[in-house]
Each structure stands twice: as C-alpha cells, then as structure tokens.
C-alpha cells in the first residue's frame, strides 16, 4: 500500500522518531504549525477516526496516555498543548492514516505577555 505512514513505521522512509513501541509509533512533523509539532501514529493502517472499529478500544486509549507520555517528555504539558485529529478532506485530513496532532512550546510567547 503506498502510504507514506504505513512506509515510515515500516522504516521505508525516515522521520525524526521521538516514541515507538510495537503498536505506536511518534515523530516530528515535517511542516510544523507549532513549536513543537509532533504526530502520534498508530502503525496499524487505519485510515481515519471515521473508521475505528469497537476492536481498536484498547490501541486508540493507548494512543492518547502514549501522547500524554510524550507532552510531559518534551517539556509541552506544563504552558499546555493542542491535539487535533483531522477527519476526512472537509476536516483537513490529508493523509488517509490515523494520526493525533500534538501541539504545543508556545511556552516563551506566553512568557513574553506577562
Ligand atoms: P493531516 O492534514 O492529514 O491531518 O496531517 C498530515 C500531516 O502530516 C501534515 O501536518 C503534514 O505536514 C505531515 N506530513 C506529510 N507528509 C509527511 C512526511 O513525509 N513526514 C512527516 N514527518 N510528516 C509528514
Ligand atoms: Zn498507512
């Protein structure tokens, strides 16, 4: 299947990795938005939220405490951070494999208001 996540938790195709284990896998976006733009990847191939299935309970719980994990590692939970699952072409999606957005380290900007 050509698909660009499919091929980089399959190690075809590189990406700056910065959690994995045997279901997830996590890496820098290549256009970030945000200071910190981080993608949370679960490595089965399923092409958007629309499509998870009552068996996927368990991955997609994993998903988020795994997401939880990697904001405090990298320093993002403490000023706060934004996760954002685009569905479909009308939500923004533009690669058809589930992916959670996590972004976040505005932190200096905040820190310039006060
Ligand atoms: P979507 O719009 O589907 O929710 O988000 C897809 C995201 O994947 C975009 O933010 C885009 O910058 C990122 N992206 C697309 N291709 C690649 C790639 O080859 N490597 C990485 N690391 N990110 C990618
Ligand atoms: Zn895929």
New binding site residues.
Partial sequence: MDC?FCK?ANKE?R??IVYEDRKIIA?????P?APT?I?VVPKKHIPSVDHLEPGDKNLIGDLLLITQKIARQLSLAKTGYKL?F?VGRGG????DHL?L?LLGGWGKKLKNKN
């Fill in positions: 660009i980089i195709e990406a700056d890496f820098k976006d290549i256009y938005v733009h993608l954002v685009n923004g999606q533009k690669i992916h957005h």
